[in-house]
């Protein structure tokens, strides 16, 4: 009946987690959570037919419960799809962590380290 409260609904992921797609079957992710959140969590997303949440906090990225084929006919499967992630890069020396392990498969720009993942379960944290 009010179509304007719809508009939170598709804001919000586009606001808090950075969500968008700048290239096909690429999900992009850079979070921006306000200072009095510790985390922002949305679940039961889809990209591509692939249902999945997100877990996002000022230094780390979690997309878990990825599920194919969960979105009614489209058969949804995550090869070939992508997640690029935007992490703002710490005034001090630092670590990024993929599942608990160091990597340096990432890059910096503008001030953000950028990662390019497979998309997913995964944890990214930066410490």
Known sequence: EFLENAIVYAAFPQ????????????????????????????????FHGVKYD????SDFIRVSNVRENAVGTLGGVTNGLS???RLQEPDKKYSVLLDGTATDDYTV????????????NFYVKVQ
Do not use: C, H, R, W
């Open 15 to 46: 606001i808090t987690l950075g969500m968008g797609s700048t290239q096909y079957k690429t999900l992009d992710l850079a979070p921006s959570i306000p200072s009095s959140l510790l985390y922002y969590k949305m679940e039961n997303l889809a």
């Open 54 to 57: 997100v877990t996002a906090g």
């Open 83 to 85: 997640v690029t992630l």
């Open 109 to 120: 720009e503008n001030g953000e380290i950028v990662l390019t993942l497979p998309f997913g």
